[in-house]
């Protein structure tokens, strides 16, 4: 763990579970999303219920509707909206060149690791940055995730704010990091009040048919959490 970081409070056992049962959940619903559905579950079923409640809604409502249905929810939710798009240097830094910078700060990350990217895929997208972290190294993925805790927390209230059924799996992640201090809340603020900034240079804007059909995922393969055994304590 960076020294910048204060360490985290849950065990590297839970966070993994908690970051890959999310990453599967946020991804685009289909057939193999359906099938890890139950493992998901019985993930969520071993951690404690700040973390595995959340998740547990969120699969149960992936179970319980068509796939058609969900997926045209998916599209409206995370290609269309800017506030709930899942690319987190979005938040910060709009389409801007210091985007470009931070996009550049996550592929080094990864390449320490030895995790390299399929070109197709933009480093910030939370499914992505949660595999890492959950399979890859926790340290650094636990690094990206509070140096980009201020675009998280926005995504996880603009989710709540239009009762999305994806917004336990962004609560849930949220909740496996530590109480916001007072510089972060400001943050959020800031960010919530007065938005990303607006310079184009280049990067097709978020929300455009352009950008959802060359850059957005709409899989990722991810390795599947280890079932524990145990129960639910903190």
């Not at 099938?35 to 404690?48: E, F, H, I, Q, S």
């Not at 959950?134 to 709540?160: F, I, K, N, P, Q």
């Not at 900034?197 to 060359?214: M, Q, S």
């Amino acid at each position: 763990m960076s020294a910048k970081h204060p360490r985290p409070t849950w065990s590297a056992e839970r966070l993994t579970m908690a970051w890959q049962s999310a990453a599967v959940l946020l991804g685009y619903p289909d057939e193999q999303q359906r099938r890890y559905l139950d493992l998901v579950r019985a993930a969520a079923g071993t951690l404690p219920p700040a973390l595995g409640d959340p998740l547990l809604g969120v699969a149960d409502h992936l179970a319980g509707r068509p796939l058609a249905e969900l997926q045209e929810a998916y599209v409206e939710t995370f290609d269309n909206r800017r506030r709930t798009n899942l690319f987190l240097t979005y938040f910060a830094h709009g389409d801007t060149r210091k985007r470009g910078v931070a996009l550049l700060r996550f592929k080094q990350t990864y390449l320490r690791s030895g995790f390299v990217l399929d070109e197709s895929e933009l480093p910030d997208h939370l499914c992505v940055v949660l595999e890492y972290a959950a399979t890859v190294d926790t340290g650094l993925g636990w690094g990206l995730l509070l140096d980009h805790r201020a675009g998280l927390e926005l995504l996880r209230l603009g989710l709540m704010e239009e009762a999305s059924p994806w917004a336990g799996a962004v609560e849930a992640v949220c909740a496996t990091l530590p109480p916001l201090r007072g510089d972060e809340r400001e943050a959020i603020r800031k960010l919530a009040t007065e938005g990303p900034p607006a310079e184009e240079v280049g990067l097709t804007p978020y929300g455009t048919p352009g950008f959802d059909a060359a850059l957005h995922e709409r899989t990722v393969d991810l390795p599947m959490p280890r079932v524990p055994t145990g129960s639910r304590g903190a």
